[in-house]
């Protein structure tokens, strides 16, 4: 597909449904993009080398030299042809290096702006750290990449290459439809994913434009062993067990009722070779914060997802709503307006494997590894989780004037994460 741009025909690429819903979503309130946090050890580059480095490698990454374009009918990707590096990389407006104790501040500052769609939909701002550090902010657009994908390109772009690993050449593997065991899970499916909580959300709210950002790590390794050695767990069963620990101890500390909460999961159905940019699903589980015990609490979550992971829950969302799209988009529209309620869920959580090996950018290591999402109306907290190497890093995005006092739960994080790996 080709259209006009500046008198010459180019390469368009139409956007998927799910980029345009993102798109759609965004609004004063909501800025519709996720972030990237790297922090930087000592010998970061400067704003030249950065820049530098990332003009170097964009061919790697064409779609980041594209933005929006086509028609109000027909939005589509198109190559922008003033894109220039100068533009999409440089330094934060601050007024000289900061402390690492303003780092989430600082983060939360850039979050809040939106990104402007007359050039590609990214940024990378460099902060510099008066212990030497250099720290980038990189904001994408969710129409743009999904968690997965925001990986791919952080590998073409800014990961130092490795010269022990080969790539291997994608093989595309073609997904065949199951559509017997889809009729026969819907119906549990359906009362599954469009139940409604027993209990409100405590992060119903309407949202401003102001956000809060924190940051914590556990180790890796460690948790993955407690988890599969406690309850023959994963680590993502582990994370959500972790969050409702922490987001325990905060309700008790400003509501004092405790009940059930329910957690929407993203899920990637990205497959190799593919280059969508969003091509993910979720399922839902009730996750307990009666319960005391983090051991007790890892099992039930553990038997929750187990529950979703059989049925393939994730496919078969997916597969639903595309469904409708074609069927009755009347209908899918009263089937997302559900979903999205703060009864259908009341906390977004994600986990997204970054690196597996340690990675630096133009010579220097990356020593910490975040990401951050956003929140969206009657929903004023979302938890991240992004790994690297040996570590997991949750990046947590509040609505300051819903959730206050988030370095508690970000405290709480770390808490139940230690609890879990000593039991084991």
């Given amino acids: ?75 589509a990707w198109v190559p922008d042809p003033g894109f220039d590096v100068a533009r999409q990389v440089g330094d934060a407006p601050t007024e000289g290096p900061i402390g690492r104790e303003d780092v989430p501040t600082a983060v939360a500052v850039l979050f809040e702006q939106h990104l402007p769609r ?60 199951d559509d017997a065991r889809r009729r026969g899970h819907l119906a549990g499916f359906l009362r599954r994913e469009f139940a409604r909580a027993k209990d409100a959300s405590p992060f119903d709210g309407d949202i401003g434009r102001r956000r809060r950002i924190a940051f914590a790590s556990v180790p890796l ?13 994963t680590v993502n069963d582990a994370v959500l067990s972790t969050v409702a620990g922490a ?17 929407k999961v993203p899920v990637s159905l990205h497959h190799e070779g593919d280059d969508a940019a969003n091509r993910d699903s979720f399922f839902c589980v009730e996750v307990p914060l009666h319960e005391p015990d983090p051991v007790a609490r890892l099992r039930a979550v553990r038997e929750a997802t187990a529950l979703r992971k059989a049925d393939h829950d994730a496919e078969t969302m997916d597969a639903v709503l595309r469904d409708l799209s074609r069927v009755s988009p009347r209908l899918e529209r009263f089937c997302q307006r559900v979903e999205a309620s703060p009864r259908s869920f009341a906390l977004n959580v994600s986990n997204v494997p970054g690196p597996r090996r340690p990675v630096s950018v133009v010579g220097a ?46 405290y709480g994080l770390q808490v139940e994460a230690a609890a879990l790996i000593a039991r084991a």
């Fill in 118 to 177: 007359d050039r590609p939909l990214w940024r990378i701002d460099r902060l510099a750290l008066r212990d030497g550090g250099i720290v980038l902010v990189w904001r994408l657009h969710h129409a743009l990449a999904d968690g997965a994908t925001a990986m791919r390109y952080a590998t073409a772009l800014l990961w130092d290459p490795d010269p022990q690993e080969q790539e291997s050449p994608h093989r595309a593997r073609a997904r065949a439809d």
């Fill in 1 to 75: 597909m080709s259209a006009e741009v500046n008198g010459q025909d180019v390469e368009t690429i139409p956007l998927s449904a799910e980029d345009r819903a993102i798109l759609e979503m965004e609004s004063d309130t909501v800025a519709g993009h996720v972030c990237k946090i790297l922090l930087l050890g000592d010998g970061g580059p400067d704003e030249a080398a950065l820049r530098g480095a990332v003009a170097e490698r964009i061919p790697a990454a064409p779609a980041l030299t594209r933005r929006l374009g086509g028609t109000e009918d027909a939005p």
């Fill in 247 to 263: 987001v325990r101890h905060w309700i008790q500390a400003h509501h004092g009722e405790l009940g059930t909460i329910r957690v």
């Fill in 221 to 233: 390794s460690e948790l993955h062993d407690a988890a599969k050695e406690l309850a023959g767990a």
């Fill in 365 to 410: 290591p990356v020593e910490g590894l975040y990401a951050i999402a956003e929140i969206r109306d009657r929903h004023a907290l979302r938890i991240s989780a992004l790994s690297l190497a040996d570590r997991l890093g949750f990046g947590l995005c509040a609505d300051p004037g819903i959730v206050e006092d988030l370095d508690a739960m970000r």
